[in-house]
């Protein structure tokens, strides 16, 4: 790699996403069968925040004072204006961001619509890939 590359390069495109209208339960459904911990949330086809398993978790506890699991939908733990970036931002800006703010996910968009996720394990895979290139290991080596 000669050069930062663009989120866009590193990013998990096309992701599982939920509605502002559904319920938690069938979020976390999602998030379960996928192994996913972060869902875009859309308001028909406009990304207007994001859904983590932490803000579900958080949303369950009753001590918050939302509805009953079953009656509580993704409007009422979602997290609004979430971290969304085009997916043409260098890769640095979207990490820097992400480190300093102590954020778990970036949205990328392209021309406004939803168009990936980039998490924290994105960033470890691209993270492990670069090692690699940069440090080939030879035939049977293991690392110490």
Known sequence: ????????SVMTP??????????????HGLMVEHEVRHLPVLDGHTLVGILSDRDMKRALDPEVGLPPRDELLVRDVYVPEPYAVDGSTRLDTVLEYMATHHVGSALVTKHGRLAGIFTATDACQAYCEHLRTLFPSRSGEEVA
Request: charge should be negative; charged fraction near 15%; aromatic fraction near 10%.
């Open 14 to 27: 096309f992701p599982f996403s939920v509605g502002v209208g559904d319920s938690v339960r069938h979020a």
């Open 1 to 8: 790699m000669d050069h930062i590359p663009a989120v866009a």
